[in-house]
């Protein structure tokens, strides 16, 4: 049995990562369907690499987070979050083991799955007009295509706290 204890240098670099995603989500895109989800992204990394630091409950709170940026009901992007690191924790194996496209392709399979469940929460609530393709595909691609560019950065911060665990 692995107990996780906490240590000051090996917990803060995934959130200070995950703040900084937060941050760019703040800044005023504008309501535009080629805006992706950073948080999600970086919030993704690292529920993958890291499960037992940054875990459901970790999503759950990010998610309340953005809902209150956002100014969406409490909960929406909260669900939206623990059911996306809860498939990313459930594929964990796969994802790991498999190769650079498939890991890409798997991901974008669980980014069009959340933003498919965004949209469809917002539209059960009233609250979005309708269901838009654009609303769904080109966010889901974009954040596809920016997920090996934030996983190669991540991933040297995070051989960085790996090593220094002791």
């Not at 690499?49 to 309340?64: D, E, H, R």
């Not at 650079?100 to 469940?117: A, Y």
């Not at 080109?138 to 996983?151: A, Q, R």
């Amino acid at each position: 049995m692995v107990f996780y204890t906490f240590k000051p240098g090996t917990i803060s670099g995934p959130f200070l990562t995950l703040f900084g995603a937060f941050i760019l989500n703040m800044l005023p895109w504008g309501n535009s369907p080629w805006v992706p989800d950073f948080l999600l992204i970086a919030l993704a990394f690292w529920v993958l690499q890291t499960p037992g630091k940054i875990n459901l409950l970790s999503a759950f709170l990010l998610g309340l987070l953005m809902d209150i940026q956002t100014s969406q009901y409490l909960g929406v992007h909260a669900i939206v979050y623990v059911i996306t690191s809860f498939v990313i924790i459930y594929d964990q194996r796969r994802l790991l083991n498999s190769t650079f496209l498939g890991q890409t392709f798997v991901m974008l399979q669980i980014f069009l799955m959340s933003n498919f469940l965004l949209l469809a929460m917002l539209w059960a609530i009233g609250q979005g007009k309708e269901i838009s393709f654009a609303y769904l595909i080109i966010p889901s691609v974009i954040e596809t295509c920016l997920w090996p560019i934030i996983k190669r950065f991540l991933s040297t911060r995070a051989s960085f706290i790996n090593h220094h665990q002791t």
